[in-house]
């Protein structure tokens, strides 16, 4: 394949593969120059239609270590504000030359039509579409985890054998939906944790565990708990009413102090950020030693310079899934 | 007016017998008729249908010209067997008058194709809050006697019931488009297990029961009578059983995409599979067929909805709802319901002509029994024909078919309208509008 799309389409051997590329060019990254030649003249537009300056700054900065023209395109304040359709933006950029097209969109499946509708040939990377898939987020989750729990010299290795735990608002989260598929390839036993009116109707057919409870889950002793960020206005009753107030929320799903003293010795805590502190997760939890939520932002960095790489340097690409 | 005969076509898929159709009816059946001055029209191993009539049809104008126009609407029903269609009131503006329903009858009579009959809104403007001036539209040229707000749903209790009330007196149908709109927000597709793996907002079967199961309450109490539109789910099938069981006045149609298509259809995020109410289940397929068959749901109605190519050529969430079928809707039906041995032709023919005439009150014109003296309403099918269906090709104004680049079986041969042929040899007949 020619695009990131989708967690689910990584086979096992295509994500090990992302992984120990991005563990080759972390290495590099020590270095007083971080730069290197691989994409030199190559074009990537960061094609945003939703705010997020995290990915897209990370994106970024992947592409530009890795020494390629970086084009930022956000929709806001450009002609797609004015109402040019996604066809005429993708031509637009096709004309322009684009090597690599990395789009965050709010409608799912916005990617999949860039990639599928031949307007243009760019490799297309999906920064997140709606609430459908976020694949470099869980390719950094993943990469995290095997750093962390997979052992020393993690090259080459999967995720067989852990146990990760994912808190929050799955019916609303692309970065729940690819883990669950990439950890599950990976070998890993995922468990999802969500009071029911945040889990999607159909959710019995993924390939992880459901559970309500979030201290129950705790006291299987979970390698990792992953809190995903759970917006406030859903809350009201305008926003969907999904649950009846913040703090009955983080009552029941938040990892606070007393919460995180359950977990094993090794176990650690990810955020995708941006973090609700005090909602889904309280400042003891977010600035524990156990927290590696900072060095996820470091890892994406890495994940997507290797995905950059895989897509974009000669030869290769078709290795990619 | 040109005379035909007929020679050698099964009706119903029966026997073969020779038809002369002269004088917009048809005078003469038998076998080894005498064509003398009459066109002859070789029919042997086809299938003669009494003409289709669609309840359901959306023709766009007043309005979205640029989608369809009642011609190019009339043209596409013609070519797919059809003689008879109710256009739907949600144009711009709004069928809630008798000006516009008039405007649309006289359009359908201009155009010549097919009979047009227009569909008036329930509710002023479709806001659902005010009963239109439906005896208006009932006392029109248009002769209004369906009613609905399709589009959008009657969701207030107090103004459906005052609207079944009301029809009473008029020989009227509310034909409802049940979607609770709570419910539905923002929904995408259908609620289950591929819209939870693709990240569309799901759109439960329930907001189309909970409507129904209302709806059928509310006849029963009031005694009138009820369309239900484009049913799509198991349960709904349950529902109209259970109501029909108890003696409530109520029909129901299902439409050709509904008894072939489901939600996986929509993995790829093709915008032509999104559709209101959306593609459900393969349970979903197999229990609308299963009452479809046994009589549970009295008719199939294409729901043809035509769009122009931006509204589909764009991300799922922002694509229009609706798919065309007056061109497909035989060929699908064949496909879904004889093909598969659920249904014979007489039975199609009930379920898109007979029935269908009747509810909408032009029973008396059309979907009549194939008999001397009878109005030469009639549609000739080639059931061994195999198409590869393409839009460039259709008489429709939009692209939208779900089906395209699909094989189906069966063709429509040719078409007459009391008499006149409107389609022969599969090509529309060019000639000025008769009447």
Redesign the interface.
């Known amino acids: 394949m020619d695009h990131l799309l989708t967690a689910?389409g990584l086979s096992r051997g295509d994500a090990v593969r992302i992984l120990d590329t991005a563990a080759e060019l972390a290495a590099t990254q020590g270095r007083e120059i971080k730069k290197l030649p691989t994409l030199r003249g190559r074009t990537v537009v960061n094609l945003f239609f939703e705010d997020s300056t995290r990915t897209r700054i990370s994106f970024e900065t992947a592409a530009k270590r890795l020494s390629a023209d970086v084009i930022n395109f956000a929709a806001k304040g450009s002609s797609v504000s004015k109402g040019e359709?996604?066809?005429d933006t993708a031509l637009t950029l096709q004309a322009m030359g684009a090597d690599a097209v990395v789009i965050r969109?709010?409608?799912?499946?916005?990617p999949?039509?860039l990639a599928?509708?031949g307007w243009l040939q760019a490799a297309v990377v999906n920064a997140g579409?709606?609430?459908?898939?976020h694949p470099t987020q869980a390719l950094l989750d993943a990469y995290t985890l095997r750093r962390h729990l997979a052992g020393p010299g993690p090259i080459g290795q999967d995720l067989a054998g852990l146990h990760v735990a994912i808190v929050g608002d799955v019916l609303h989260s692309?970065v729940a939906?690819s883990n669950v598929d990439l950890l599950h390839t990976l070998g890993a036993r995922v468990t999802l944790v969500s009071p029911p009116t945040l889990l999607?109707?159909?959710?019995?057919?993924?390939p992880c565990e459901v559970s309500y409870h979030l201290d129950e889950v705790l006291d299987q002793g979970p390698d990792a708990v992953m809190m995903l960020r759970v917006q406030r206005e859903r809350m009201s009753s305008a926003g969907g009413g999904f649950f009846p107030s913040p703090l009955e929320y983080s009552r029941r799903y938040g990892l606070d102090a007393r919460r995180l003293a359950t977990l094993p010795s090794h176990a650690i805590v990810m955020h995708p950020g941006p973090m609700n502190r005090g909602l889904e997760i309280s400042a003891e939890a977010a600035d524990s030693d156990r927290a590696v939520i900072v060095e996820q932002v470091a890892n994406g960095v890495a994940v997507r310079m290797a995905v950059l790489y895989l897509l974009l340097a000669g030869g290769r690409r078709e290795d990619l899934a | 007016m040109t005379e035909y005969l007929i020679r050698g076509a099964r009706p119903l898929g029966g026997e073969p017998v020779d038809l002369r159709l002269a004088g917009g009816t048809i005078t003469e059946m038998g076998a080894g008729l005498e064509a003398g001055t009459a066109e002859v029209v070789e029919a042997e191993g086809l299938v003669l249908l009494p003409g289709l009539v669609d309840l359901h049809t959306h023709l766009r104008e007043p309005g979205r010209e640029d989608a369809e126009t009642v011609e190019s609407g009339s043209r596409a029903a013609a070519l797919g067997g059809f003689t008879a269609v109710h256009a739907m009131a949600n144009t711009n503006p709004v069928a809630d008058t008798a000006g516009v329903v008039e405007q649309v009858f006289h359009l359908g009579r201009r155009a010549g194709w097919v009979d047009v009959f227009p569909v008036g809104a329930v509710s002023i403007g479709l806001e659902g809050e005010r009963l239109a001036e439906l005896g208006a539209m009932a006392d029109s040229a248009a002769r209004v006697r369906v009613f609905s707000d399709d589009g959008k749903c009657v969701a207030d209790p107090v103004l459906m019931r005052r609207a079944l009330e009301y029809v009473k007196a008029l020989d009227g149908v509310i034909a409802q488009h049940a979607q609770e709109p709570r419910l539905t927000e923002g929904a995408q597709m259908h609620?289950?297990?591929?819209?939870?793996?693709?990240?569309?907002?799901?759109w439960?079967a329930v907001a189309e029961e909970a409507i129904i199961a209302r709806d059928v309450l509310l006849a029963e109490h009031v005694g009138s009578r009820l369309h239900v539109c484009h049913l799509s789910t198991a349960g709904s099938v349950e529902i109209v059983r259970w109501a029909k069981a108890r003696g409530i006045d109520v029909t129901a149609e299902v439409t050709p995409h509904h008894l072939l298509l489901t939600d996986e259809n929509a993995r790829?995020?093709d915008a032509r599979f999104k559709v209101n109410p959306p593609l459900r289940t393969q349970a979903d397929v197999a229990a609308v067929r299963e009452g479809l068959a046994d009589g549970t749901i009295d008719i199939v109605a294409t729901d043809h909805a035509p769009h122009p190519v931006?509204d589909k050529?764009?991300?799922?969430?922002?694509a229009a709802f609706g798919m065309t079928g007056l061109e497909t809707a035989l060929s699908v039906v064949q496909l879904a319901m004889v093909d598969s041995g659920l249904m014979d032709w007489a039975d199609l023919a009930r379920v898109l002509s007979t029935a269908p005439a009747r509810i909408g009150r032009v029973g008396d014109r059309h979907g009549r029994p194939i008999a001397v003296g009878e109005p030469a309403n009639l549609t000739l099918v080639d059931p061994a024909a195999r198409r590869t269906v393409d839009p460039r090709t259709q008489a429709t104004a939009s692209p939208n078919t779900p089906y395209l680049g699909r094989e189906l079986p069966g063709a429509v041969v040719a078409t007459f309208l009391r008499g006149r042929a409107t389609v022969l040899g599969g090509a529309l007949v060019e000639q000025g509008a008769p009447q």
């Open positions: 689910a359709s996604l066809k969109h709010h409608a799912s499946g916005a999949h039509l599928s509708s579409d709606g609430t459908h898939q692309r939906r999607p109707v159909g959710v019995e057919a993924w | 609620e289950g297990v591929v819209s939870a793996q693709i990240g569309l907002q799901g439960p790829d995020y931006e050529d764009c991300e799922w969430a922002a």
